[in-house]
């Protein structure tokens, strides 16, 4: 077995237990406002006593409907969390490859699916019935297929990249992010003619739009409802001004997001900076800018702010590598550093789950 295999073998291995834990121990816990939501929403469909139809729910229809065809098989709650197992190990698997082709490690591809798996949003969040982690997978995907194109740059993978992406809208409206990076990938990253630049940003956007706009009208017609009324009651009349929100707020929900792993993507940045690997960089620099797309949104938490994972696990798992020259202790160290990180991520998690409520108010 060559290393690419082994390593990917060991991630799912990780990601499995990872799963059994969550599963077991944590998701029982869970108790999300939105899981009601989206629950109430599925029995409306399915017929069941105490269904509620909330229209923002079918705006991303396919997890919903999904769990409507699941439902002689599984009730709504436990169809939403298999979805999310199968875009889980998806979106491990989708990690490693984004790894390794930056830095054609299979230690530190394995690393990053450890990063990605063991972050807080994905504890919480991720196994939950909710359906962030759908947009997390399919938002991963079109950043890969845009990479592909980065390679050899064709009109059918422009599409590609935007139709992953524009699938990936009928299921989290975080995949509003995957137009920006392609954006700036193609203004950053490439050397095409600015003639060329918008044509193949056109095709993207092309792509990315036509499902949104069929699903936009569909839901229109049905319900007279849409993103901008949506937008528009959560800016007014729901979480609030994001700005309105202290600073100390939203520091802590960036905190949440990794931790003590931030100080692993200082490392991986410093490290970049003093590489100076200009093909790396403009990818990475590309990645930036979605992922501050958070502040477009009416609130600050951090499995909005998560949308940043593809670029916190590359620098991240780039930042836990101990120098060549220190190759003898590097694997038990960087295994501890990994070992931390998790435990920390678990210890907070029960711990917030315990006094969380106590704690909420007070920020």
Not at 139 to 156: D, I, M, Q, R, T
Not at 303 to 323: T, V
Request: charged letters at 15%; aromatic letters at 18%; proline letters at 4%.
């Amino acid at each position: 077995m060559n290393n690419f295999k082994k390593y990917l073998l060991i991630s799912f291995a990780f990601a499995l237990l990872n799963a059994v834990l969550l599963l077991a121990i944590f998701v029982p816990s869970l108790n999300h406002s939105d899981t009601e939501q989206y629950i109430s929403t599925i029995n409306y469909f399915t017929g069941e006593s105490g269904g509620e139809l909330y229209l923002h729910r079918v705006l991303k229809p396919l997890p919903v409907f999904i769990s409507v065809l699941l439902n002689p098989i599984l009730d709504a709650k436990n169809a939403l969390i298999f979805q999310n197992l199968i875009f889980y190990f998806l979106s491990v698997w989708l990690v490693f490859l984004l790894i390794f082709r930056l830095y054609k490690s299979e230690k530190q591809a394995f690393y990053g699916t450890v990063l990605f798996a063991a972050a807080y949003p994905m504890l919480a969040y991720g196994l939950a019935a909710l359906t962030d982690l759908s947009g997390w997978f399919f938002y991963l995907a079109s950043v890969l297929v845009s990479l592909k194109f980065l390679e050899s740059p064709k009109v059918k993978t422009a599409l590609l990249a935007g139709l992953v992406a524009g699938l990936g809208m009928l299921f989290k409206e975080s995949l509003a992010a995957a137009p920006i990076f392609f954006a700036f990938l193609l203004f950053i990253a490439t050397n095409l003619s600015l003639k060329e630049k918008i044509k193949y940003l056109f095709c993207f956007g092309s792509a990315f739009i036509l499902p949104v706009l069929i699903n936009s009208i569909v839901i229109y017609k049905a319900y007279s409802y849409s993103y901008l009324h949506w937008y528009w009651d959560v800016w007014h009349h729901g979480e609030g001004d994001f700005y309105a929100y202290s600073v100390l707020r939203i520091l802590i929900e960036i905190a949440r997001v990794l931790f003590i792993g931030w100080i692993f993507v200082v490392l991986g940045a410093v490290k970049e900076f003093y590489l100076k690997n200009k093909e790396r960089a403009k990818i990475l620099i590309a990645l930036v800018f979605p992922s501050l797309s958070f502040f477009l949104w009416s609130f600050p938490h951090n499995r909005i702010i998560f949308i940043a994972f593809p670029l916190i696990c590359l620098l991240g798992s780039f930042g836990i590598l101990i120098k060549e020259n220190k190759q003898k202790a590097a694997v038990p160290l960087e295994l501890s550093f990994l070992f931390l990180y998790v435990a920390a991520n678990y210890i907070i998690l029960d711990a917030l789950l315990k006094y969380g409520p106590c704690l909420q108010g007070a920020f």
